[in-house]
């Protein structure tokens, strides 16, 4: 863990040192006012691969197995797993989920599920390693009980991989879709205290990993300060999403705005990105996975390290 943490943390520094270099010659350039169409990346940063993620219908640890084999084959072409999330619908409770196939999904076979995508990855990746995100949403509300309970699963998880002798090449993270448009099972708004809640009852569970938020920035401003949709904050956006100790940063940037909204976060409350996130192979008219690791690393100025889509199927 303390590895992971200085990693980031240099990552980080050397982030900002790029982005304000960056500025400096954008600045001398005279493109510092290009910021309403996608940008070239002034950097010269290279895109990494990109990773299939996948909203995680029925439970079928069979179908799991297939496609976590798939991707593993996919690693072993291009030498790296990245960053993959496993997005499991939203928690209901402390020990069940409501999948993307509108049925419910205990703790235990979420496990499982996550188990055997990381057996078929393991099967036929080679020698690549993986970090898996496994995620929910604040869609059910949150709160520092249901953000507890996710860590406490992905220790278990975790433990339930390096029992399988997969513990070498795969390591889990959690993951959250936090957003601010989030209606709530109840029909009412996810709020912000509940979404800072769940991620310090993450945070509080004892040997927890990190967890990914591949959330977006509803309503937030594209340039500036400003408030959020919902009562959410740009201050509350970077806490859920890198501020809090166990976050790492992977927006959805679906269109350029989104880069924008985050971009100006970042230059409130400086922040270091993990993963770019996409979806164009389940909705064609979003950015490309290139337009969307590319503007949000011409943005912030940020050799961003994974990109990662979600995909149909």
Known sequence: MKYRELRIQLKTWRSNLARGLGVLLLVSLGWAGMLYTHQPNAYAFSMPPTTGSWYVGSYD???????GCSHGS????????????????????SSESLDFSGAYITDSQIQSEVVAYAHGYYACSGNQPIEIAVGTSNDGGGGSG???AWAYEMNGIQ???NSAGYGSKVTIYGGMDFEPNWSGLSGSVSSLSNAESWSNGFNNVSGRPFYVDYGSANGCPSSGSGSCNNGWTQYGEYYVAYGSSPALAAPEIYYYVNAQQWEAINILNPMSFYAATGEYDRNSSTNTNSQAWGDLSSLTGQDVPNSTEFQSG
């Open 61 to 67: 640890p069979t179908n799991a197995y297939n496609i």
């Open 74 to 93: 996919y690693a072993a072409s291009v030498g790296t797993g990245g960053l993959v999330i496993l997005d499991f619908g939203v928690q209901i409770n």
């Open 146 to 148: 249901f953000g507890g």
């Open 159 to 161: 433990s339930a991989i």
